[in-house]
């Protein structure tokens, strides 16, 4: 399967832990998104990374959230201490170059619940 | 800000007749708008896009149709089946940003 990749599918936490969600681009794609998706609503823009740079972080709260893109391996969106309101499903997509628009391909996501 | 509306929130449709889903937008510097097609459990994926330099585009059952002086944008989904029952998003997009805005979705149900 040459899509993008996410892991785990469901992820559970308790209040306070920390979540680490992983993304594996599509194979050429160097440019990763990361979305949130709480029920019933629609997809909401976190941050746009490139290999080893933070390229829009417009979206991202600006506490407890962070996210990399490192020279190899996966994108890692990590969240410190969690609460309730984190509780979402968090969407990766991947493009192959920036310069002009190209469509995103999405991952089928990580289920994030805190108890 | 929500920087596209999307309406309705859900959709009733029987087979074989017409889905129609409408979005609007503020911002006069969107030039990418696709829509996207999301079953449960699935992340959403690319149904088809279009720009503003042209009106209407059809891909097979679908065709977007744009209205760029009202800032409104729509999909039609002809001969509706219950395949299609699904959750569709529209989205904005400026330039080479790749930062796309997001409708609130339309939950459709095409009824046998």
């Known amino acids: 399967n040459a899509g993008v990749m996410q892991n785990p599918r469901h992820l559970v936490r308790r209040r306070g832990q920390e979540a680490r969600l992983r993304c594996s681009p599509m194979?050429?794609?160097?440019?990763v998104y990361w979305y949130r998706q709480l029920p019933e609503e629609g997809l909401k823009f976190m941050v746009y990374l490139q290999k080893e740079n933070i390229i829009d972080e417009s979206g991202m709260p600006k506490e407890r959230f962070s996210a990399e893109f490192p020279k190899e391996g996966p994108s890692i969106l990590r969240i410190q201490q969690v609460v309730r309101g984190d509780s979402a499903a968090y969407f990766c997509?991947?493009?192959?170059?920036?310069?002009?628009?190209?469509?995103?391909?999405f991952g089928d996501g990580t289920r994030l619940s805190i108890l | 800000q929500q920087q596209v509306k999307q309406s309705p929130q859900s959709l009733i449709v029987q087979k074989g007749g017409i889905s129609i889903i409408n979005c609007a937008y503020e911002?006069?510097?969107?030039?990418?708008f696709p829509w996207y097609q999301q079953f449960p459990g699935k992340g959403p994926a690319l149904l088809i896009a279009?720009?503003?330099?042209?009106s209407e585009k059809k891909e097979g059952r679908f065709t977007i149709s744009f209205n760029k002086s009202a800032k409104q944008f729509s999909l039609h989904i002809m001969d509706s089946q219950p395949g299609d029952s699904a959750t569709y998003f529209c989205a904005a997009s400026i330039g080479n940003f790749n930062k796309f805005y997001f409708g609130s979705g339309t939950k459709l149900n095409v009824k046998p």
């Open positions: 997509a991947s493009s192959p170059v920036q310069g002009i628009v190209q469509p995103q391909h």
């Open positions: 279009i720009r503003p330099d042209v």
């Open positions: 911002n006069t510097a969107f030039d990418y």
């Open positions: 194979k050429g794609h160097s440019h």
